[in-house]
């Protein structure tokens, strides 16, 4: 297995932070604000490459600052490059106001925050800053963020790579009698020793009837012959993320009402493929998908949007769902996952990450939608 080397992405992303600091203050400009305030990390990560856990930024139309405290003074002076950086002591809220909205002029500034900010933060923030007018935004980075930049997907690519290759390495063992906790540990252990920081969330495996769990995360239950396991996870490799579900049976007496979701939901995934192209509505693929699982008679049973977009976070814009405005554009990276899910009987899932390109969409995750790939590939077999 191999990655892109990450000094060179890691520039390549750093010169992208500037390209986005830019969109942003062409934002602040037309909608008349003085600043724009970001505490969300995620956010600050992508305007900046900071991958520390305590960072802020403040843009102003002509100038852009990183505030972090000297814990992250060597890390953010290697990482940041699109703003100025400032190490700040005692209250952040104190050092906004000195240092950036004092004046003898009794101005009011317009400061954008963004709707994440807590409430708490909003009313000592409108405190400390009494002459700034804070403005409450939605979506604003989030927007930007969703289209990706070559960097970012060789990133998300390589997350694909490791969790492909940590479930690989996991289906080569018995499950039979092991706990699904024991079948999400390892799947998480092969995932970090490949070179992942954690799991981009908690990790669902779920056998038998608690495969009609949505999110059934792994539980104490044991894996029986027999029977679907549907295994919902990923990574976070160098800070971007996989989100990957597969179904695998465990013998060969399956029942056939299972037998038949299976194939609806591969076929409903395939549907909402052919259905993405750049300029297409989100609805419109999410509809594709959902009609053909309605005309085969398990339209109830499908409960969920059909994917999201992923990127610094595992759920980011656009949202592919029958309520979203969002529409697809290239470069946006978003998953496609059909499922249903019968009570008392079980479910079934398939998930995959894909890139839009200006001819629809690349797959970026590779590992076998065979249902039976664990019986054909565990070690255990003869």
């Known amino acids: 297995m191999t990655y892109s080397d990450s000094s060179v992405l890691s520039s390549n992303l750093q010169k992208q932070s500037l390209a986005s600091?830019?969109?942003?203050?062409?934002?602040?400009?037309k909608n008349r604000l003085d600043a724009f305030f970001l505490a969300d990390?995620?956010?600050?990560?992508?305007?900046?490459?900071?991958?520390?856990?305590?960072?802020?930024?403040?843009?102003?139309?002509?100038?852009?600052?990183f505030l972090t405290d000297f814990r992250y003074k060597g890390q953010a002076k290697e990482e940041v490059i699109s703003c100025k950086i400032e190490i700040f002591s005692g209250k952040l809220f104190d050092y906004l106001g000195r240092n950036f909205f004092r004046t003898r002029a009794r101005k009011q500034f317009s400061v954008g925050i963004e709707d994440t900010l807590s409430i708490d933060a909003h009313s000592k923030l409108s405190e400390v800053l009494q002459n700034c007018r804070l403005v409450k935004t939605s979506g604003v980075v989030e927007k930007l963020a969703s289209v990706k930049s070559e960097p970012e997907v060789e990133r998300i690519k390589n997350a694909c790579s490791v969790s492909g290759t940590a479930l690989d390495l996991?289906?080569?063992?018995?499950?039979?009698?092991?706990?699904?906790k024991d079948l999400s540990a390892t799947l998480e252990f092969n995932q970090k020793i490949l070179g992942a920081s954690k799991e981009s969330f908690d990790t669902i495996v779920a056998g038998g009837p608690r495969g009609a769990l949505p999110h059934g995360v792994a539980s104490d239950r044991g894996i029986e012959d027999n029977e679907f396991v549907t295994i919902d996870f990923g990574c976070v490799y160098d800070g971007y993320s996989s989100d990957?579900?597969?179904?695998?049976?465990?013998?060969?007496?399956?029942?056939?009402?299972?037998?038949?979701?299976?194939?609806?939901?591969?076929?409903?995934?395939?549907?909402?493929i052919d259905a993405a192209h750049p300029g297409?509505?989100?609805?419109?693929?999410?509809?594709?998908?959902?009609d053909y699982i309605e005309k085969k008679g398990y339209g109830k049973y499908f409960g969920h949007g059909l994917g999201h977009g992923i990127g610094l976070r595992v759920h980011e814009l656009p949202r592919i769902s029958k309520i979203s405005e969002d529409?697809?554009?290239?470069?946006?990276?978003?998953?496609?996952e059909p499922g249903i899910y019968i009570p008392k009987l079980g479910g079934v899932r398939i998930e995959?990450?894909?890139?839009?390109t200006k001819d629809g969409l690349e797959q970026l995750s590779h590992f076998s939608k065979d249902r039976d790939y664990y019986l054909a590939h565990g070690s255990w077999m003869p």
């Open 170 to 180: 996991l289906v080569q063992e018995n499950w039979l009698g092991k706990r699904e």
């Open 244 to 272: 990957i579900t597969r179904t695998f049976q465990t013998g060969s007496r399956i029942n056939a009402k299972l037998e038949k979701i299976f194939q609806v939901v591969y076929d409903a995934q395939r549907k909402g």
């Open 352 to 356: 995959d990450d894909f890139l839009v």
């Open 41 to 65: 990390i995620s956010n600050v990560r992508y305007l900046t490459t900071f991958s520390g856990t305590a960072g802020f930024c403040l843009v102003f139309s002509d100038a852009a600052y």
């Open 21 to 29: 600091i830019k969109s942003l203050q062409t934002y602040i400009r």
């Open 280 to 290: 297409t509505a989100a609805r419109k693929v999410d509809k594709a998908a959902r």
């Open 327 to 336: 529409v697809l554009e290239v470069g946006n990276v978003i998953t496609i």
